[in-house]
């Protein structure tokens, strides 16, 4: 009986080489990951999910990361890595990614601080040495003439949260607009508040002494102290009469922390609330 080798490895190397083309096609198609950590921290949220199916166009990531950083900042580099390419592999496409050290690039630095990642000091061991050291740690996010920026990445914590509000800000087309009611526009808290919600929708300030846009999506009322005059009044019960949204962010009391008196508003903004079932009593509770 003879035997002949080459016809014996040759149909095995072909159904193998076959196979092996088929995988290859259905991988291309099917993507699938494991995070296999106990608070899922490689897995994007279902939120973020939906946000990156809005993307309908090329949505460019900059990444600008100094190498061989000490203790967590190391760790915060391979975790936006791994989380980078989750984000591009669910994108099917819409999404590329690209990291660039800066650090010894004249141009590349250039081309970070033009993009609104500005170089951090870093205290680092270089042979056996603490010393100062300039080093880049934000991202850039791109999409059509749009750019939104993370200046600098000091921690993991809410770094999803910070990538998905910039993407949503870039890609939503129906925006929805917020309406901010302060006389008092020095108050650093509703400021902060202000800068808050500007991340995710379009903010614009309001006087009363004219109507209210009927695109104000919701209207939000904060320090006001004392009864509107009669225009701005009547603009204010329209827009509610009208199907408005409105966010009411009023104390009916002035308190005195240092001689425990307080101080009742005569406000008839509250008079506004009353056919909605709301009712401020004028009491306290003390902590």
Do not use: C
């Not at 000091?121 to 850039?140: S, T």
């Not at 919600?197 to 919701?218: C, F, G, K, T, W």
């Amino acid at each position: 009986m003879n035997f002949d080798f080459k016809k014996s490895i040759i149909l095995p190397a072909a159904i193998l080489l076959f196979s092996l083309l088929l995988l290859n096609l259905i991988a291309r198609n099917w993507y699938k990951r494991f995070d296999l950590t106990d608070t899922k921290m490689y897995s994007l949220s279902s939120s973020t999910k939906q946000v990156i199916k809005k993307i309908d166009d090329l949505l460019n990531i900059k990444v600008y990361f100094s190498e061989n950083l000490p203790g967590e900042y190391g760790n915060n580099r391979r975790y936006l890595q791994d989380i980078m390419e989750e984000y591009a592999a669910i994108s099917k496409g819409n999404i590329r990614f690209e990291f660039f050290v800066p650090d010894s690039d004249d141009e590349l630095e250039k081309e970070a601080q033009k993009s609104g990642v500005q170089p951090v000091q870093l205290q680092v061991i270089e042979k056996d040495e603490a010393v100062v050291k300039k080093v880049f740690m934000g991202v850039a996010i791109y999409f059509e003439d749009k750019r939104e920026v993370i200046p600098v990445v000091l921690s993991t914590t809410g770094l999803e949260y910070e990538i998905t509000t910039r993407i949503k800000k870039l890609v939503e087309k129906d925006k929805k607009f917020v309406g901010m009611v302060d006389p008092d526009n020095n108050d650093v808290q509703t400021n902060t508040f202000s800068q808050i919600l500007r991340q995710r929708y379009e903010v614009r300030p309001i006087d009363l002494s004219n109507e209210i846009p009927n695109n104000i999506n919701v209207l939000i009322l904060t320090g006001v102290k004392d009864s509107l005059i009669v225009n701005k009044y009547d603009h204010l019960k329209n827009f509610m009469y009208n199907g408005g949204n409105m966010f009411v962010a009023l104390n009916p009391l002035s308190v005195d922390l240092q001689t425990q008196k307080a101080e009742a508003f005569q406000s008839d903004v509250f008079d506004l609330l009353k056919p909605y079932g709301f009712t401020l009593t004028e009491n306290l509770v003390l902590d």
